[in-house]
């Protein structure tokens, strides 16, 4: 019986929606990595539970990627250990920083730990910080003085010290993504800290659902959707200022520092969510248009295919305002839009 090129493709369409129908069991995990949680769930035809895989695959990346541990590749490098080498993730993310850091003219800055804890939010309690203060740490603020040669992070002050906290969280979810398609899982989502990742399907043939929350007044206020969106083979990751913050003086400081001026942005936007490829460019480009502000995110976006945003922001009366891109505004669920709480 001759078999036509048609009747093989027919069959391999139908082999093809029978597995986006039923793809395998469904699996759900959650646990705490990197100061923050994790949560996976994926089909696999056999059920296999993978947390011991992926609890192990968070502390080998923390060894390379934590400024926590003082053993980690990133707190040698800081701590000038001139014997230590860059691994494959730290040599990743420090490329993926160093392009977004160009193309944002240093908006996005891995350099800016210094800052980070004069004010209070990385290992430090809150200094008072004034203009002297941040004058004497910006020239170990600026992405040009550091680089990358054969493995070994170059720095032009002993001073400077690197953070990769605005892009990790975002890169662990890609790698644990590549993890689960090496053991032939095909259909995931993975949520590290409110930075996605999402490949494939749900059962049913349906998208994804992943929400943006909506800001809030006080940083203990319950969580409210602002928008909710259909992912499918993209990344979406979320920045913003309405939770970590702290108040002197009756004045709200947030946690996202302008890398120029060394001081917290006063713009209106509350906050970012990026859709790209992969989620360590997401991550990474949510802290920069944090940083950019509206008007110039919408600038940088048109001129950048690849890359959109949706932004929640305060118009002059303080009422919330949103402006999203047309990649990401296509993808919008308004019919979970209208059902959910507080909408």
């Known amino acids: 019986m001759k078999i036509t090129y048609n009747c093989l493709l027919f069959t391999a369409m139908i082999f093809a929606a029978c597995t986006s129908l039923n793809p395998g069991k469904e699996v759900k995990l959650e646990g705490l990595a990197q100061g923050t949680y994790y949560a996976v769930t994926y089909y696999d035809k056999n059920g296999t539970n993978h947390q011991a895989s992926i609890d192990s695959f968070f502390k080998a990346f923390d060894l390379s990627a934590s400024v926590y541990l ?20 730290f040599t990743n993310v420090f ?23 004069a004010w209070g ?13 941040v004058d004497s740490l910006l020239p170990y603020v600026n992405y040009r003085n550091v680089s990358l040669i054969n493995g070994r992070l170059v720095k032009k002050y002993p001073e400077i010290k690197v953070d990769f906290n605005a892009i990790a969280q975002g890169y662990s979810a890609d790698l644990i993504g590549e993890m689960l398609e090496a053991r032939g899982i095909e259909n995931y989502l993975v949520d590290v800290g409110g930075e996605v990742l999402a490949k494939g399907k749900k059962a049913g043939n349906k998208p994804w659902k992943v ?4 800001p809030t007044k006080d940083a203990d206020d319950p969580r409210v959707l602002n928008a909710v969106v259909n992912l499918t083979d993209k990344a979406l990751a979320t ?10 003086d009756g004045i709200r400081y947030s946690h996202t520092l302008d890398p120029k001026t060394g001081f917290p942005v006063k713009h209106t936007v509350l906050s970012v969510s990026v859709l790209a ?20 995110t919408q600038e940088f976006i048109s001129r950048n295919p690849g890359i959109d945003a949706y932004l929640i922001y305060s118009d002059t009366s303080g009422a919330l305002k949103t402006w999203a891109s047309p990649g990401i505004l296509e993808l919008i669920d308004k019919e979970e839009v209208e059902a959910a709480p507080g909408q």
């Open 70 to 89: 003082n053993e980690s590749v990133i707190s040698r490098f800081n701590n000038n250990d001139s014997t230590v080498i860059a691994d494959e993730a």
């Open 95 to 117: 490329n993926k920083a160093m392009e977004v850091s160009e193309k944002t003219d240093g908006a996005f800055d891995i350099t800016i730990m210094p800052l980070v804890n």
């Open 121 to 133: 939010f990385g290992f430090t309690d809150p200094m008072k910080v004034g203009q002297k203060q």
């Open 211 to 214: 929400g943006i929350e909506k």
């Open 239 to 248: 920045s913003g200022n309405y939770r970590r913050f702290f108040i002197k």
């Open 277 to 296: 490829n992969d989620c360590m460019t997401a991550d990474a480009y949510a802290t920069a248009f944090m940083v950019m502000g509206l008007e110039k």
